[in-house]
């Protein structure tokens, strides 16, 4: 089993792209991190160079993919392993609109010989890990024997990992916000899933709000996943390796974690990134320091200039703490 699962960031749509990894990799190199959710068909039919390429500096990087057909999702999965992905992750958890009408995510929960039969033809096509991550219910099918069931048919065609998000998904009148908020965490459900199926590697994901509070609930699991909490404060990466892998504790501040970025910045501006693009990570890195709503307010009203440069970074941390980077 891959160490680095015991602990992940979570694919967050339109917030963990390519420039948010770089940048949480300057705080944990062991975390496992994973792409926004990619359906196949903006991999085979789309601009698959934008949707998959990463900075191999990224590593370990998990795509996680949006899909049905056993064959699309195939043709994918190997795609990404030409790319250089750790691993590959079949989206059963996402219970938007979008993707119910796409016929993935949550809704496949009620459809698990089709996901055995997906995760077949992606693991005979690479040599990577194939993972799935999935609610504990949807709608009315929320007692145990559900979630039971997709998971026994599941690994008995060979998915050795599964990453639980512990709420149901309600697939009509919530939101995929309220999705992640209302229906209530049952933590027991996946202890019991491990219980069950002592063999399989389990990922503890949901409401999970820092480093310290994973390794709490974590109990007879294999791993934590954080999602919005790690966006939010993303300097709680920095206590990830030490934490969760065994390194020696870090001593680097976020103005260190700033000033490490300044050589990927440069050189995505020079390819014609937008500062903005990158500094949206940014905001929340020196929460919890007093003044940090000043470094907020000056990257939200000069990062968006057109000739926005990492000045914008340097002239905020000195008006913010009055100190030069």
């Given at each position: 089993m891959n160490h680095y699962h015991r602990f992940s960031v979570a694919p967050m749509l339109n917030w963990t792209d390519r420039h948010c990894?770089?940048?949480?990799?300057?705080?944990s190199k062991q975390a496992l991190l994973y792409t926004e959710m990619v359906t196949t068909g903006a991999i085979l039919h789309g601009d698959m160079d934008m949707h998959l390429r990463f900075n191999a500096?990224?590593?370990p990087i998990a795509l996680q993919l949006g899909g049905s057909d056993p064959k699309d999702l195939q043709t994918a999965a190997k795609i990404a392993e030409d790319y250089?992905?750790?691993e590959i992750n079949l989206n059963c958890g996402?219970?938007?609109d979008r993707v119910q009408k796409g016929r993935f995510g949550a809704c496949l929960m009620t459809e698990p010989e089709l996901v055995a039969e997906c995760f077949d033809a992606m693991q005979s096509a690479v040599?990577?890990?194939v993972t799935i991550k999935n609610r504990i219910g949807i709608d009315h099918q929320d007692d145990y024997a559900f979630v039971h069931r997709f998971i026994d048919v599941v690994s008995q065609a060979g998915c050795k990992t599964f990453t639980v998000h512990a709420r149901k998904a309600w697939l009509s009148g919530l939101s995929p916000k309220e999705n992640r908020e209302i229906p209530p965490l049952d933590y027991d459900r996946v202890y019991q899933l491990k219980h069950d199926f002592p063999e399989l590697m389990l990922i503890l994901n949901g409401g999970i709000?820092?480093?310290e509070q994973g390794l709490s609930v974590m109990n007879n699991l294999d791993g934590v996943m954080l999602g919005r909490a790690v966006y939010h404060s993303p300097f709680l990466m920095n206590e990830v390796d030490h934490l969760y892998f065994g390194d020696e504790a870090s001593d680097q501040s976020p103005f260190d974690v700033l000033a490490a970025l300044k050589p990927y910045v440069e050189s995505e501006l020079a390819a014609g990134?937008?500062?903005?693009h990158i500094g949206r990570h940014l905001l929340g890195l020196f929460n919890g320091y007093p003044k940090s709503r000043q470094w907020r307010r000056h990257l939200s009203e000069n990062m968006f200039k057109d000739d926005a440069d990492f000045t914008?970074?340097?002239d905020a941390v000195k008006k913010a703490f009055d100190r030069i980077l």
């Open positions: 990894r770089y940048f949480y990799r300057l705080m500096k990224e590593s250089g992905y750790t996402c219970p938007s040599n990577i890990p709000q820092s480093p990134v937008r500062v903005h914008v970074f340097e």
